[in-house]
């Protein structure tokens, strides 16, 4: 299993950015996904999570609203799409996968429940 993060960069408080993550090796129905990021000098963080058998999504309570998370699986992408950004979002943003015996298990916010984990990539936010 492979997943590879890109998309991040530098913008503006109240800009947008559009994180994806490239996932291989993986049996799609099998895995759920999920975003996490940390910022310096913190503990990394669940920011949404989906189920990829149905598009269930669950969402941290920063960024419940401003945040969506999505996957393509004719592309194998999951993607993070982040409006409104705030200069506390910037951190190393990660895409986590998670494998399930059962295709509806519950999303969670365990960084332990995933096993497999992105290179990360960089979001800035300027104030």
């Known amino acids: 299993v492979q997943l590879q993060a890109s998309g991040g960069g530098l913008v503006q408080a109240g800009g947008s950015l559009r994180l994806s993550c490239a996932a291989s090796g993986l049996t799609f129905n099998h895995y759920n996904m999920a975003w996490f990021r940390q910022a310096p000098g913190k503990e990394r963080e669940f920011v949404a999570g989906?189920?990829?058998?149905?598009?269930?999504?669950y969402y941290a309570d920063s960024v419940r609203d401003r945040f969506t998370i999505s996957t393509d699986s004719a592309k194998n992408m999951v993607y993070l799409q982040m409006n409104s950004l705030k200069p506390e979002d910037a951190a190393v943003y990660y895409c986590?996968?998670?494998?399930?015996?059962?295709?509806?298990?519950?999303?969670?916010?365990?960084?332990?429940?995933?096993?497999?984990w992105g290179q990360g990539t960089q979001v800035t936010v300027s104030s």
């Open positions: 989906i189920r990829w058998i149905d598009d269930y999504t």
């Open positions: 986590a996968a998670r494998f399930v015996s059962s295709m509806r298990a519950s999303v969670t916010r365990n960084e332990y429940d995933y096993r497999k």
